[in-house]
């Protein structure tokens, strides 16, 4: 008795026959832009892909070409809104915060940040990318390129930027919480294409 051919052989995607975006600076455009919140504050979720270079569109590609029910996009930043509470953390929380608005200032000529986090959609920015790890299901290690700070364009584009450091579990308390206590894990969906 032989092995009965299922129809879509050729275009079904092994698992881990993926691949994996280089650590690095890219020019990346702004699909979505939500504020949400939890127990810490408010914070800004900023969908990206890439929009420049080798690897144009590669977050899109990847999220097709996910085969399960709960697709996930892949390239999130959670942007903490300052409490403007005083303490040190919400200095350093607004100094992140204004390192963002101004790369998108000078990333966009034209463009000014007036406190609509919908008027981030379509703009360009530069991403920095590094690499942290986070525990599989099943106990073990993974490594994936996670989009850690914004940049301005110009300084992707000539070269001149440093990456942060990458983000190893042995440093942090928790695999899904960054320094400031915001997940770093994106969110699901259940739309077709998470952006129109």
């Avoid at 300084?155 to 308390?173: T, V």
């Amino acid at each position: 008795m032989a092995i009965k051919r299922f129809g879509d052989y050729e275009k079904t995607q092994a698992y881990g026959d993926y691949e994996a975006l280089p650590k690095g600076g890219y020019v990346v455009k702004i699909l979505g832009a939500e504020v949400c919140s939890n127990s810490v504050g408010q914070y800004v979720k900023i969908s990206c892909d890439i929009a420049e270079g080798e690897y144009v569109g590669f977050y899109a590609k990847e999220y097709k070409a996910q085969q399960s029910e709960d697709k996930k996009w892949h390239c999130n930043y959670l942007l903490n809104i300052p409490n403007d509470n005083g303490s040190e953390k919400d200095n350093w929380t607004k100094r992140r915060f204004k390192t963002f608005t101004e790369a998108l200032e000078e990333s966009n000529p034209g463009y000014h940040f007036d406190w609509d986090e919908q008027k981030f959609k379509g703009k360009i920015v530069g991403g920095l990318f590094n690499e942290r790890e986070y525990e599989k299901n099943d106990g073990s290690v993974g490594r994936a390129t996670n989009l850690a700070a914004f940049c301005k364009v110009d300084k992707i584009r000539s070269g001149d930027y440093r990456l942060p450091k990458d983000r190893l579990l042995s440093s942090n308390n928790s695999s899904r919480t960054s320094s400031d206590g915001f997940m770093s894990i994106p969110d699901g969906t259940d739309e077709e294409m998470p952006f129109n």
